[in-house]
């Protein structure tokens, strides 16, 4: 929890929420306030990239490790420590989603992976950064996010598994027929390869592209940033 609220406030509101556990609010690093943050981490590095591109990173990379490792709040924290987390966090390899309603909110919105912004109380400038408006402002709203989103990647991971499934095959076909059968003789003919594809492009294709989502997305692991659209499970299945 990242707030511009009073230290002791926030990790009273953190304990109730949940978000801070009771035997961890003593734990070093686990409650901060924005100027410790700063202090400690450093102030950001611009890293010339080329092309007149900067890149950003954090001052003091070993102190933000044990420090991310460990934080549960950060209180009476400015624009510049959300900022500051989310780069940070984004360079240690994790999948970062904001959320907030302020226009001091807009850069850490901007920077996350994912930006949700409330849809009632957040600002034009909040609403703008995000990725992602709650209509509702109901922060169960990121749960019905987050399944819709698996949905259609485990679709699109089906569809292609199934296009590939029927490509490959006719590939196969098309050239063990070329060899083996003499020149007057093919396994499929133009017009049998066109009325495969209708098939299976529309009707087929379509049903797996269009399953609703099911509970049991939010069972899953989340998704590696560097995961491969296509997974080793998926090749052997295709081909089988």
């Given amino acids: 929890m ?13 304990l109730e929420a949940g978000i801070l556990k009771l035997e961890h609010k003593d734990r070093k690093y686990a409650v901060m306030d924005g100027k410790t943050f700063r202090e400690l981490c450093g102030p950001m590095i611009k890293i010339d990239t080329g ?20 934080l549960q709040v950060l209180a009476r924290s400015t624009p510049e420590d959300k900022y500051m987390l989310v780069t940070g966090l984004r360079d240690l390899g994790a999948t970062v989603a904001v959320t907030g309603d302020g226009t001091n909110d807009a850069p850490a919105l901007k920077k996350a992976d994912v930006g949700f912004a409330m849809g009632i109380s957040g600002t ?5 950064a995000a990725d992602i408006i709650l209509l509702d402002d109901n922060f169960a709203s990121i ?16 569809f292609l598994q199934f296009q590939l499934v029927i ?17 007057n003789s093919q396994p499929m003919g133009t017009l049998q390869m066109l009325w495969i594809n209708i098939l299976m ?3 087929a294709a379509l049903a797996l592209a269009t399953e609703p989502p099911v509970l049991a997305l939010l069972d899953q692991k989340p998704y590696s940033r560097a995961d491969s ?3 080793p499970v998926m090749w052997r299945n295709i081909l089988l």
């Fill in 51 to 70: 092309n007149d591109l900067l890149r950003e990173e954090i001052g003091n990379k070993e102190i933000f490790k044990e420090i991310a490792a460990n």
């Fill in 2 to 14: 990242v707030t511009g609220d009073n230290i002791d406030t926030a990790r009273a509101i953190a």
């Fill in 143 to 158: 749960v019905t996010a987050v399944k819709w989103g698996r949905n259609i990647f485990a679709s699109v991971r089906k």
């Fill in 229 to 231: 659209i296509i997974t």
């Fill in 124 to 128: 034009e400038v909040a609403k703008e």
């Fill in 167 to 183: 490509n490959i095959g006719a590939i196969v076909i098309l050239i063990v027929g070329g060899v083996t059968l003499n020149t």
């Fill in 201 to 203: 492009d529309t009707f």
